[in-house]
């Protein structure tokens, strides 16, 4: 089960924005696609919005991102900015992309970590991977350079008795629930992770 949705309501917010590929095609379980994707999203990162977590799956995405604009430019900038390329560079005819895209304002700090653990444990929970680290196309591989989680969403201090400050604790539970998918085959024979073809589209599943 996703967390709950929070939509879109201002600028200068941070948010969870997700997206699928057109009739939910398995296109990123190929490495040059996924590789091409990450491109895309790096690219953009400074001009279009501030990254902070993402993960792309065989036929979708989910990132946490601070849009610098308008968060509708920023998905653009993406979804767009990947469009074109994958045309041109991978000479693919077909549409890519769903129309449009969900999101949801991410309002506090638990909301945050509940948001960054779905996106991390999202290969897990499909079985494309045993550990979130593990998975070569996720902020939780922890080989991306990330834009720090803004200011504004950082708990409040409070003061103890002896005027230490002390952060208030991050509850935990984000009661996300297992989903099924093929294997994930990890090793490429230089040591990393690689993604490989889907053997076949199951409906249904928790994205």
């Not at 057109?22 to 001009?47: I, Q």
Request: proline share 6%.
């Amino acid at each position: 089960m996703k967390p709950p949705r929070e939509h879109a309501t201002n600028n200068g917010q941070t948010y969870f924005v997700t997206s699928e590929t057109a009739e939910r095609r398995m296109l990123f379980s190929n490495e040059r696609w996924a590789k091409l994707f990450l491109d895309v999203l790096f690219h953009y990162r400074a001009n279009g919005y501030l990254l902070h977590e993402f993960v792309i799956m065989p036929e979708h995405f989910h990132a946490t991102i601070t849009p610098n604009a308008s968060l509708e430019k920023a998905v653009q900038f993406i979804k767009g900015g990947f469009s074109f390329r994958a045309k041109k560079e991978l000479q693919y005819k077909w549409e890519i992309w769903q129309r449009g895209f969900s999101d949801h304002r991410i309002r506090d700090m638990r909301d945050y970590e509940i948001h960054k653990r779905y996106i991390h444990q999202n290969p897990v929970k499909r079985r494309l991977v045993f550990e979130a680290k593990a998975y070569p196309y996720s902020s939780a591989a922890g080989t991306f350079e990330l834009d720090e989680v803004p200011q504004w969403l950082k708990p409040p201090c409070q003061t103890m008795h002896d005027g230490a400050a002390k952060a208030v604790p991050l509850q935990n539970d984000d009661g996300i629930g297992p989903a099924k998918a093929v294997p994930l085959q990890n090793d490429d024979g230089n040591g990393t992770a690689k993604a490989v073809p889907f053997q076949s589209k199951t409906s249904g599943q928790e994205t």
